[in-house]
């Protein structure tokens, strides 16, 4: 049974600063994984998503890395922004039917 | 068009009740997943379909949830005699098959109903 768990549960930073959200996985056949957005009482919203042949995505200030074998993937994000406030959702697709969610990371960016 | 849709947003209703809730997804998306998330969680799978013809059920939809795609458009899930574990946020996504591979890429989500049950 695939499971996916994210570190740290809560991550607290100071406006600018370069962070990083972390991704784990336990078994390494999956077809993508994709990293979403959620503000409170919303839904999701899609931010990057990575085909099991890639190794990384980037849009603006974000970059997602992927590395099938070791079961992990990062969501780097440059400059954060207080707009950047949110819980942070990594999934992956065992097949190219459902996804699999860990519990998130719930980022604060303070001014 | 503007994305996934879902009607209610917030349902309110008494144990025991039925409560149906609709989804409309992305016009050319014939895949449609519909998910539950509870407080502090992230979503879990329920079930989803390709086009009208529903291909997968989640042990989490007990007999008294069910989901039906009428011609492949909206869809609708309704769950029978509401309990208070039904208290949750429902949300529905939506995707295409694309690109060279084939595969069921990016899944697009609605805003979702959440439900609470007295």
């Known amino acids: 049974k695939q499971e996916v768990t994210q570190i740290p549960a809560a991550l607290s930073v100071p406006e600018g600063e370069n962070l990083v959200l972390n991704c784990s996985f336990t078994?390494?056949?999956?077809?993508?994984l994709q990293w979403f957005r959620q503000d409170p009482g919303k839904g999701l919203t899609s931010l990057l998503l990575?085909?099991?042949?890639?190794r990384e995505q980037t849009s603006g200030r974000l970059n997602a890395s992927l590395d099938k074998s070791s079961g992990r993937s990062t969501l780097y994000i440059a400059a954060s922004q207080p707009g950047d406030s949110a819980t942070y959702l990594c999934a992956v697709s065992p097949g190219s039917e459902k996804l699999v969610f860990g519990k998130g990371t719930k980022l604060t960016v303070n001014p | 068009d503007t994305g996934v849709s879902q009607d209610p947003r917030h349902k309110i209703t008494k144990r025991g009740q039925n409560v149906t809730f609709r989804c409309d997804p992305i016009s050319e998306h014939n895949r449609l997943y519909w998910y539950r998330q509870t407080l502090g969680q992230g979503p879990e799978f329920l079930t989803y379909f390709q086009n009208e013809a529903q291909l997968e059920k989640s042990r989490l939809l007990s007999d008294r949830f069910s989901a039906e795609r009428p011609k492949g458009s909206f869809s609708t899930l309704e769950i029978q005699r509401t309990e208070q574990g039904d208290s949750a946020m429902y949300l529905c996504?939506?995707?295409?098959?694309?690109?060279?591979?084939?595969?069921?890429?990016?899944?697009?989500f609605g805003p979702g109903t959440r439900l609470t049950v007295l």
């Open positions: 990575i085909q099991s042949s890639q």
């Open positions: 996504a939506s995707s295409k098959r694309g690109g060279t591979s084939g595969l069921y890429n990016e899944q697009f």
């Open positions: 078994d390494s056949a999956i077809y993508n």
